[in-house]
């Protein structure tokens, strides 16, 4: 009876350890400290093969990083498409979190990167009528 117990303990053991381990969304885009981002950026992973459903958090560091905004609620997804773009010059945190069909949530890693600084074009007027444009970064 000792046997079929311990049996039965480090079965639920390790069955836990795999669903944990593969219940992690990979592969994120942008990837973690990921800098340049363009701001009409859409945000992709991968999701476990277990995974129904996923809740997907955004928030830029500056606002505030806790509460993390919830953008995507319980769908079966693997892209989040923002509404009009990112934000320039701007720190970004995301998570997306599984769920299996037996509605066990895993949180996930979160990721950070930050989008690229505008294009800044200079007008420098020289004597007489002369214009130079220039454009930078």
């Known amino acids: 009876m000792k046997r079929l117990i311990l049996f039965i303990v ?3 053991l ?3 350890q795999t669903c944990s381990a593969a219940m992690i969304a990979t592969n ?3 990837n973690d400290g990921v800098t340049d981002v363009d701001i009409p950026s859409n945000l992709t992973w991968e999701n476990s093969n277990q995974t129904v459903y996923v809740d997907v958090y955004l928030n830029d560091v500056v606002e505030n990083l806790f509460p993390v905004v919830q ?3 319980h769908l079966n997804v693997s892209i989040y498409d923002p509404p009009g ?3 320039y010059d701007t720190s970004y945190v995301w998570r997306v979190d ?3 069909n ?3 949530s895993t949180i996930g890693k979160e990721w950070r990167f930050r989008t690229q600084v505008p294009e800044i074009s200079t007008i420098i007027l020289l ?3 002369t214009l130079i444009f220039t454009g930078r970064r």
Do not use: A, E, H
């Open 28 to 30: 994120p885009n942008p």
């Open 10 to 12: 480090l079965s639920i």
């Open 98 to 100: 599984l769920i299996n």
């Open 14 to 16: 390790f069955t836990i």
């Open 85 to 87: 773009n990112l934000d």
């Open 127 to 129: 004597g007489f009528g």
């Open 71 to 73: 953008v995507i609620n």
């Open 102 to 104: 037996g509605g066990i």
